[in-house]
Structures are given as C-alpha cells and as structure tokens.
C-alpha cells in the first residue's frame, strides 16, 4: 500500500506563488512516475504535470512556464512550483504516483486564487 501526504496548499493573490509537496511512503517501486492533477468545481480531474524517474516532465499547456514539478528521489517527494498564479488556477489539487504496483491518489489539498 501507498501513502501521499500533500501540503502546501492556500489561499493567494493572483500574481502570486505557492509550492505544494507530496511525500509518498509504503511500497513504492524503484522507478515510479509522480504527477500533480488539479480538479475545479464542475470540471473533470486534469493533469497539470508530472515528472518520471529520470526527471523528464510533461506540463499541461495552461501552466507551460508557469509551474515547475520537481522531485527528490530520496525524500520521496514530488514538489509543485506555482509562480504568477491566475484565478483560473484555482482547484483542489492531487499528487498521483504511477508505478508498475499499485498506483495512488493523495487527499488533495485545496488552492484558492483570489484577490
């Protein structure tokens, strides 16, 4: 079983930054893929990014040089960068881990951004 604890989450002025983490423990395989998906009220779950063992990212076009996803490979931990954040952002966020066993949701963590 897999755990994801997520943090980091709050409320900001548009313009302004937050970084979210998600450390995962439990059976974790040696090569897993971690993502960060993002779910607004009335709209389906999307990804926002991810980022795979050997450090290769994807983003979705809506934060392209805006967000950053990194890991720590020790710590087990994935990490979101949200830098010039828009109302549009605004969602409750999920980290995901994808591994060749179970793969697993964090409980999500909630970003508001308002002036």
């Known amino acids: 079983q897999v755990q994801l604890v997520e943090s980091g989450g709050g409320l900001v002025q548009p313009g302004g930054s937050l970084r979210l983490s998600c450390a995962a423990s439990?059976?974790?395989?040696?090569?897993?893929?971690m993502a960060w998906y993002r779910q607004a009220p009335g709209k389906q779950r999307e990804l926002v990014a991810q980022?795979?063992?050997?450090?290769?990212?994807n983003y979705a076009r809506s934060v392209q040089g805006r967000f950053t996803i990194s890991r720590d490979n020790i710590k087990s931990t994935v990490y979101l960068q949200m830098d010039s954040l828009k109302p549009e952002d605004t969602a409750v966020y999920y980290c995901?881990?994808?591994?060749?066993?179970?793969?697993?949701w964090g409980q999500g963590t909630q970003v508001t951004v308002s002036s």
């Open positions: 995901y881990l994808i591994q060749s066993g179970p793969n697993a």
């Open positions: 439990g059976s974790i395989s040696t090569i897993y893929t």
């Open positions: 980022i795979t063992s050997g450090g290769s990212t």
